[in-house]
T-cell receptor
Framework: AQTVTQSQPEMSVQEAETVTLSCTYD???????LFWYKQPPSRQMILVIR??????QNATENRFSVNFQKAAKSFSLKISDSQLGDTAMYFC?????????????????FGKGTKLSVKP | NAGVTQTPKFRVLKTGQSMTLLCAQD?????MYWYRQDPGMGLRLIHY???????AKGEVPDGYNVSRLKKQNFLLGLESAAPSQTSVYFC???????????????FGPGTRLTVL
């Protein structure tokens, strides 16, 4: 069974600084996806970034980037130039990939989250 | 294009009452999911559906039933609510892996359910 661990329950950062959120996972699968979702106080789950395990290049989306270390099973999220609007819970999630879709491959396995506070 | 919507947004039940949560998506997604989120936890999968007329159990299915009579709708039912079912419920939808779209799951705004 897959597990996702986020070891930092809470973090804080000053506005305009950079912060890195950690995520590790455990799986015997070779093909999978990894995601970071953001959940602001509004409760809406918002996709921040995704990474396909077969891609060596780390994904980036504007101020958000990941450091994907497949061998170490590590998937950290770096937020550059932090903004007040980045204050939220951040969830790391894992999803298996398989061509014979119809089973549980598409199910997301979530970590427990990291509460990020951006201070002015 | 409303994306994924959930009805209702809030609900309070008494122990033993029943209710149905409705999820609707207008993105023509094949797959739909129901998750619950408890304090200090990530989301956990209750049930999911890989297409109209199909459903399957997730990680925490006990006490819930689901139906997918139409492709765009996924209903979550609680037949006899218990305080342990107090939670925030999220619906999500996605394309079939490898057949269009990005396989990313898109979430609804959530339903906060309290069972007294």
């Amino acid at each position: 069974a897959q597990t996702v661990t986020q070891s930092q329950p809470e973090m804080s950062v000053q506005e305009a600084e950079t912060v890195t959120l950690s995520c590790t996972y455990d799986t015997s699968e070779n093909n999978y996806y990894l995601f970071w979702y953001k959940q602001p106080p509004s409760r809406q789950m918002i996709l921040v970034i995704r990474q396909e395990a077969y891609k060596q290049q780390n994904a980036t989306e504007n101020r958000f980037s990941v450091n994907f270390q497949k061998a170490a099973k590590s998937f950290s999220l770096k937020i550059s130039d932090s903004q007040l609007g980045d204050t939220a819970m951040y969830f790391c999630a894992f999803m298996k990939w398989g061509r014979n879709y119809g089973g549980s491959q598409g199910n997301l396995i979530f970590g427990k989250g990291t509460k990020l506070s951006v201070k002015p | 294009n409303a994306g994924v919507t959930q009805t209702p947004k809030f609900r309070v039940l008494k122990t033993g009452q029943s209710m149905t949560l409705l999820c609707a998506q207008d993105m023509n997604h094949e797959y739909m999911y129901w998750y619950r989120q408890d304090p200090g936890m990530g989301l956990r999968l209750i049930h999911y559906s890989v297409g109209e007329g199909t459903t399957a159990k997730g990680e925490v299915p006990d006490g819930y039933n689901v139906s997918r009579l139409k492709k765009q709708n996924f209903l979550l039912g609680l037949e006899s609510a218990a305080p342990s079912q107090t939670s925030v419920y999220f619906c999500a939808s996605s394309y079939i892996q490898g057949k269009g779209g990005t396989d990313t799951q898109y979430f609804g705004p959530g339903t906060r359910l309290t069972v007294l």
